[in-house]
Structure formats: C-alpha cells, structure tokens
C-alpha cells in the first residue's frame, strides 16, 4: 500500500519562508510525476506545482517566483519551499502522484498571518 506523509507546514507571518516534505512510500515514485496541492476551507483543492521524474516543474500563477518544488527519486522525497509567503497561501497542503493516487495523506496545515 502506498503512504504519503506530509511535513513541515506551521505558523508565519507574511513575508515568511516554509519548506514542506513528502515522503513517498511505493515502488513508482521513481517513474510519476509529483504534484503538491492544497485545499482552503470552502475552496476546492488546487494543483500548486508539479515536478517530472526528470525535473521539469510547472507553477500555479499565484506561486510563480515564490515557490520551488524539488524531488529527491533516492529518498522518496518531494520538497516544496515556499518564499514570501502570504495570507491567500493560508491552506492545508499535500502531496500526490500524478495521476492521482487513491489514498491521499494527511496533510500539513499551513497558516499565513498579516
């Protein structure tokens, strides 16, 4: 069964820095692309940013400039550093295959104050 644990998110003020991990268990992490997400209360979950198993990465507008995502394959690991944070980043952020995998984790919240 594949696990996604997600860590890492926290409390910030705007202008803040975070950097959330996802630690991937299953034998196709290798060969997926990864995305991380992340759903405010009221608003569907949104696709963030995504990385190809070969590191070619795509960025929401919103985040664009602000923030990177990177993968170690050895580690299982996908990364997320988010700079200059704002409110509107306030949301719990997870992880995921692209295409999706059934089971998502459980996420880390992310709070973002002005």
């Known amino acids: 069964q594949v696990q996604l644990v997600e860590s890492g998110g926290g409390s910030v003020q705007a202008g803040g820095s975070l950097r959330l991990s996802c630690v991937f268990s299953?034998?196709?992490?290798?060969?997926?692309?990864m995305g991380w997400y992340r759903q405010s209360p009221g608003k569907q979950r949104e696709l963030v940013a995504s990385i190809s198993r070969g590191g070619n990465t795509n960025y929401v507008d919103s985040v664009k400039g602000r923030f990177t995502i990177s993968r170690d394959n050895a580690k299982k690991t996908v990364y997320l550093q988010m700079n200059s944070l704002k409110p509107e980043d306030t949301a719990v952020y997870y992880c995921?295959?692209?295409?999706?995998?059934?089971?998502w984790g459980q996420g880390t919240q992310v709070t973002v104050s002005s």
């Open positions: 995921n295959a692209i295409p999706n995998l059934p089971d």
């Open positions: 299953g034998s196709i992490f290798r060969t997926n692309v």
